[in-house]
């Protein structure tokens, strides 16, 4: 157990619907990042929050959008879906500079 | 560009036959190689770290090193429990680059 958690474990959803991704990061982290994994692709860095202002931008769609509150959870807000955005979706956290600890991910499926 | 390339993309063992997978990197400025480990459905799990050339780090059967251009994770007498995508990845400015993996599975 890394110690970070993200909810929904699964989610379905239909095309053209908006979701919401959470995650609570390890105790003392205060970087939050999010990855997507699409099958047979590898991990795709989407964004970087740390103590609520964002720090990195990735491969993040226009339709994506995340933000970091001040108790450091974070949400990933996946809006105007398409069959191509199912995949598991990452949140890791870490103290900025070096290791990343892996939440256990949440599977969106669009249908 | 920056890149991270792993090989093999996929590797066979029997168990107790040992073996090498491959990371080579193209970052400038190499602050750190991480190795994780990810099992199917799951997020990755943290193995090692490394920050400079000549540097090696063990952890039961696996064992990482590093140059100045690339590196390795050593796999000694790997049990079935060993089967496992390995991901390597490297920080450039403050995103990480992880390559696609070489997926082991070791055979009883």
């Known amino acids: 157990d890394s110690g970070v958690t993200q909810t929904p474990k699964h989610l379905i959803t239909a095309t053209g619907q908006r979701v919401t991704l959470r995650c609570s990061p390890r105790?003392?982290?205060?970087?939050v990042y999010w990855y997507q994994q699409s099958l047979d692709q590898g991990l795709q860095f989407l964004i970087q929050y740390y103590n609520g202002e964002e720090r990195a931008k990735g491969n993040i769609l226009e339709r994506f959008s995340a933000q970091q509150f001040p108790d450091l959870h974070s949400e990933l807000n996946l809006s105007s879906l398409e069959l191509g955005d199912s995949a598991l979706y990452f949140c890791?956290?870490?103290?900025?500079?070096?290791?990343?600890?892996f939440g256990p991910g949440t599977r969106l499926t669009v249908l | 560009e920056d890149q991270v390339t792993q090989s093999p993309e996929a590797l066979r063992l029997q168990e107790g036959e040992s073996s090498s997978l491959n990371c080579s990197y193209t970052v400038s400025g190499l602050r750190g190689l991480f190795w994780y480990r990810q099992d199917p459905g799951k997020g990755p799990e943290f193995l090692f770290t490394l920050y400079s050339a000549g540097e090696e780090k063990e952890k039961e059967r696996l064992k990482a090193t590093l140059t100045k251009k690339e590196s390795f994770l050593h796999i000694t007498a790997p049990k079935p429990e060993d089967s496992a995508t390995y991901l390597c990845?490297?920080?450039?400015?403050?995103?990480?680059?992880f390559g696609t993996g070489t997926s082991l599975t070791v055979i009883p």
């Open positions: 890791a956290s870490g103290d900025g500079l070096n290791t990343q600890y």
């Open positions: 105790s003392g982290d205060l970087s």
């Open positions: 990845a490297v920080p450039s400015g403050n995103q990480f680059y």
